[in-house]
């Protein structure tokens, strides 16, 4: 099972209230299947400033940790798309490039 983080819930500034979701979804997740579970990390807004970019690198940080002390799978777009341009559309949603780099990633992920 891929779960993949978006960066929507970011802006609202209550980033220990979207931890716990969270940890209350990939708890609900790990309950209901036995099959592996693998987070697909944030990908990284591209210039939108460094307030969005800290909550984002601080949420991919915590879910790159808590994810490895759960057993669960992290893939770590950040890495990937920092300062790509190319792997975006205008509206930040993954390019056709984007998607297949996004793609890729999870797929060496599940292996």
């Known amino acids: 099972m891929v779960i993949h983080v978006g ?25 209901k299947t ?11 807004t591209y210039r939108r400033g460094s307030e969005r970019f800290s909550r984002l ?8 940790v808590w994810c490895a002390c759960n057993g669960l799978g992290y893939v770590d777009n950040l890495s990937s798309f920092w300062e790509q341009p190319a792997l975006y559309r205008r509206d930040e949603d993954p390019s056709p490039l984007g998607s297949v780099v996004l793609s890729r990633n999870i797929e060496r992920a599940i292996r």
């Open 7 to 31: 960066t929507k819930d970011i802006s609202d500034r209550r980033s220990e209230v979207l931890k716990k979701h969270f940890q209350t979804l990939l708890d609900t997740a790990r309950k």
């Open 34 to 44: 036995d099959a592996r579970i693998v987070i697909s990390g944030p990908l990284p």
């Open 57 to 64: 690198f601080v949420l991919q940080s915590w879910l790159r």
